[in-house]
């Protein structure tokens, strides 16, 4: 069940992908705020069917563990699918992102402001610095994924 969950996440994440990379390919703009509550309420959906069908054999809150599972893949695949189709590396992070901007200001701590990295991106964005941030985040996913896993795994194994 877990396994389908997440596979599911994985052909959303790549359809998603593949229209911001036609978007953006394009030079034509992503209502960012339009496309995320579109995809948590998709997200939402899938993981409500599943959490239902989990339901019927463990306790219904065990499936609230799913959510970070999810999110985790969803991200780590989106990211991974939509820098291969632009033929980025695939550790690239944008700094128009919030959330990609959270693991370069952490990376580096240079104190520059968003709009500096913005205007600096070009020659930045190929620097092991940005590389490095890139891996940073998709370790930080991997963990949130793998420490979700072992307490829901956990949790059913538990005699209760």
Do not use: C
């Not at 609230?64 to 699918?81: H, K, Q, S």
Request: no cysteine.
């Amino acid at each position: 069940m877990i396994a389908s969950f997440l596979s599911i996440l994985v052909i959303f994440a790549h359809f998603e992908a593949e229209r911001d990379a036609e978007r953006i390919e394009g030079h034509l703009p992503i209502d960012h705020g339009r496309r995320l509550v579109f995809r948590l309420l998709v997200a939402g959906g899938i993981w409500a069917g599943m959490a239902a069908l989990r339901g019927l054999s463990h306790p219904l809150w065990h499936g609230l563990l799913l959510i970070p599972m999810g999110w985790a893949v969803w991200t780590m695949y989106f990211r991974f699918g939509l820098n291969y189709l632009r033929g980025l590396d695939w550790r690239y992070l944008s700094p128009s992102s919030r959330y990609d901007w959270q693991f370069l200001r952490l990376t580096y701590m240079g104190g520059m402001e968003r709009g500096e990295w913005l205007d600096s991106w070009p020659v930045w964005s190929k620097t092991d610095a940005a590389r490095r941030a890139g891996a940073w985040a998709y370790a930080f996913e991997v963990a949130v994924l793998l420490a979700s896993l072992a307490v829901l795994l956990w949790l059913e194994a538990a005699p209760l």
